[in-house]
């Protein structure tokens, strides 16, 4: 699938860009929002162990996580999701939802939609020099301050054990 994908987006729209540094995991953009019209965004997150991001709201798209590797617990609502790879969880729009990697490392494909939520990303990113370099450094408090503009917000702290 990914192969006929590919035929459609051009090397103009950021597809397969290299990685970046977000909130202190490396990520890529696989599908931008350019290369669907607009119906959804793809992204790679790779994270280690204690990784999680704050408890947050989408208030313009809905989530979709699939776990390539790794085990991640997935927070939706008031349900708790551990899961393993191959397995997928949802967070829709307008439900907190967040997660915390268990295992040493994790890799996971998110599919945003509609998309537009990847600029807010990419915007925030600091780009990677080498796949083994520790995580950029980063302002937790312009990122999320720069989140309004995508109608994502914060509704608590990051998840723990």
């Known amino acids: ?14 597809a397969g860009q290299d990685p970046f540094w977000f909130l202190g995991g490396r990520v890529r953009l696989l599908v931008p929002g ?6 959804l965004s793809v992204m790679e997150f ?31 609502g008031d349900k708790r999701y551990d899961l393993g790879a191959g397995a997928v969880a949802h967070g829709p729009r307008g439900v907190p939802h967040g997660y915390l990697v268990r295992s040493p490392r994790s890799r996971m494909a998110v599919a ?6 990847e600029g807010w990303f990419t915007s ?8 083994d370099d520790a995580p950029a450094a980063f302002d937790l408090g312009t990122i999320v301050a720069s ?3 995508y109608r994502l917000r914060v509704a608590g702290p990051p998840p723990t054990e």
């Not at 350019?34 to 119906?39: L, R, Y």
């Not at 408890?55 to 390539?68: Q, T």
């Open 1 to 14: 699938m990914t192969e006929n994908l590919s035929a459609t987006i051009s090397s103009d729209d950021g």
């Open 34 to 39: 350019a290369s669907t019209g607009g119906a």
């Open 46 to 76: 790779n994270d280690t162990k204690g990784h999680a991001t704050p408890l947050h709201i989408h208030d313009g798209e809905d989530e979709v996580w699939i776990v390539l590797d790794g085990e991640i617990s997935f927070f939706v």
């Open 112 to 117: 945003f939609g509609p998309s537009g939520i």
């Open 124 to 131: 925030n990113g600091s780009p990677v020099s080498h796949v």
């Open 147 to 149: 989140a309004e503009a």
